[in-house]
Antibody, heavy 116, light 107 residues
Framework: EVQVAQSGAQVKKAGESLRISCQGF????????IGWVRQVPGKDPEWMGI????????RYSPSFQDHITISADKSINTAYLQWSSLRASDTAIYYC?????????WGQGTLVTVSS | EIVMTQSPAALSVSPGERATLSCWAS??????LAWYQQKPGQAPRLLLY???LRATGVPARFSGSASGTKFTLTISSLQPEDFAVYYC?????????FGQGTKVEIK
């Protein structure tokens, strides 16, 4: 059974850095795309970027490309989403989703709150 | 970028009635389309993948179909727990994209 576990909620100040994580179990971690989705409360979800841990092939949505970094550590089945300098507008819930074949498995979400 | 357009934005339906939700893609998707249900405070729940295949545990009243670049989610007989926002999402081309959602409300 595929399981996805995300790190806990974070409260930060604008300008600070942050890394959140997503751990996958029950499937071949290196083979399938892991993606990050942003959802501002009350708004539609948006794909930010994806990574295939086996070869670290990483793709970013143009809207997020210059502001985030996505990475993965195959040794611990974990993908990361990080910011070097947060903005108040980064306040949102961040989901990771793993695409195994054609089926998505979603994490529970990580709430990130950034104060100005 | 593939643009996904959902219609209607909101739908008022009585329990027990049929609901039909539409999603248009700006180009072909090779069946790489998923449907999600989202309730307040919850993560999106995968309902259908590959256009028409139900995810584990999804009731048979949910079905999907496609005609060219038009995709349809049908809920045959709405139950109280089905009132939610529904999103379509393509993963044929990067960036993957969601539609803007259809809110199914109680009439």
């Amino acid at each position: 059974e595929v399981q996805v576990a995300q790190s806990g909620a974070q409260v930060k100040k604008a300008g600070e850095s942050l890394r959140i994580s997503c751990q996958g179990f029950g499937y071949s971690f290196t083979t399938y795309w892991i993606g990050w989705v942003r959802q501002v409360p009350g708004k539609d979800p948006e794909w930010m970027g994806i990574i295939k841990p086996g070869d670290s092939d990483t793709r970013y949505s143009p809207s997020f490309q210059d502001h985030i970094t996505i990475s993965a550590d195959k040794s611990i089945n974990t993908a990361y989403l990080q910011w070097s300098s947060l903005r108040a507008s980064d306040t949102a819930i961040y989901y990771c989703a793993i695409l195994v074949g054609a089926i998505y498995y979603w994490g529970q979400g990580t709430l990130v709150t950034v104060s100005s | 970028e593939i643009v996904m357009t959902q219609s209607p934005a909101a739908l008022s339906v009585s329990p027990g009635e049929r609901a039909t939700l539409s999603c248009w893609a700006s180009q072909g998707l090779n069946s790489h389309l998923a449907w999600y249900q989202q309730k307040p405070g919850q993560a999106p729940r995968l309902l259908l993948y590959a256009t028409a295949l139900r995810a584990t545990g999804v009731p048979a009243r949910f079905s999907g179909s496609a005609s060219g670049t038009k995709f349809t989610l049908t809920i045959s007989s709405l139950q109280p727990e089905d009132f939610a926002v529904y999103y379509c999402q393509q993963h044929n081309n990067w960036p993957w994209t969601f539609g803007q959602g259809t809110k199914v409300e109680i009439k």
